[in-house]
Every structure is written in C-alpha cells, then in structure tokens.
C-alpha cells in the first residue's frame, strides 16, 4: 500500500503554473524530511528541493530556484511543491519521498517514495 500519494500534475503551457500535493496516508512527517524530485524522459532523477520539519529549513536545486516553492501543512501530512514560470524542459514525472534527514534527501538515500505525477508543458 502507497503511503505517500502525488497529485496536481497535468498539462500546463510554457509559462504556467501548477501546484503539487503529496498526500501521507499512514503517518505525518514529523521530525522527518520531505523532498521533491522528478525524472524527466532519459534522464537520471534529480532532486528539486526539500524541507525538513525540525527547522523548517529548505533546500533547493539550483536549476529550478526562483521558480518552485516547497512548504508544508501544519498538521505534517501533506507538502506542496509550487512551480511557476514552466518550460517544456519540465516536462517529467514528479515524485515525493520521505527521509529521515535533509542529506539524506539531497542526496536521495533510503527514502520512502510515492508513485509520481505527470508534469507535461507545451510550447
């Protein structure tokens, strides 16, 4: 059974905006870390960004910083990735996972992960 469930992908034009949801089901993330990460079409995955609940510190890629913003709810079961300014380079399924810290999400180890959304943006 998924325990972390993406949604809000689709199909957006160069330039848009979409707001992903990553929904727990059988826990919160407190004192966890949870990251953002996509995989775009023969590409290897990167990470876009974390957030850990500790602190509330962030991390970001560099190449999405400025256009993408992580935050959580406050009851720690649900993150938000809003991306704005899309190009078709963004194309990809994003994926969220849970991780015990943030080096462990910058470097996307021993995470638990969702099944991904489907991000497409046209010309």
């Known amino acids: 059974e998924r325990q972390l469930v993406e949604s809000g992908g689709g199909s957006v034009q160069t330039g848009g905006s979409l707001r992903l949801s990553c929904a727990a089901s059988?826990?919160?993330?407190?004192?966890?870390?949870m990251g953002w990460f996509r995989r775009a079409p023969g590409k290897e995955r990167e990470n876009i960004a974390c957030?850990?609940?500790?602190?509330?510190?962030?991390y970001y890629t560099d190449s999405m910083k400025g256009r993408v913003f992580i935050s959580g709810d406050n009851y720690r079961t649900t993150v938000y990735l809003q991306m704005s300014g899309l190009k078709p380079e963004d194309t990809a399924i994003y994926y969220c996972?849970?991780?015990?810290?943030?080096?462990?999400?910058?470097?996307?180890?021993?995470?638990?992960w969702g099944p991904g959304t489907q991000v497409t943006v046209s010309e």
């Open positions: 059988a826990y919160t993330w407190h004192s966890y870390t």
């Open positions: 957030i850990s609940d500790i602190d509330d510190q962030t």
């Open positions: 996972a849970r991780f015990s810290d943030m080096g462990n999400c910058r470097r996307a180890a021993f995470g638990s």
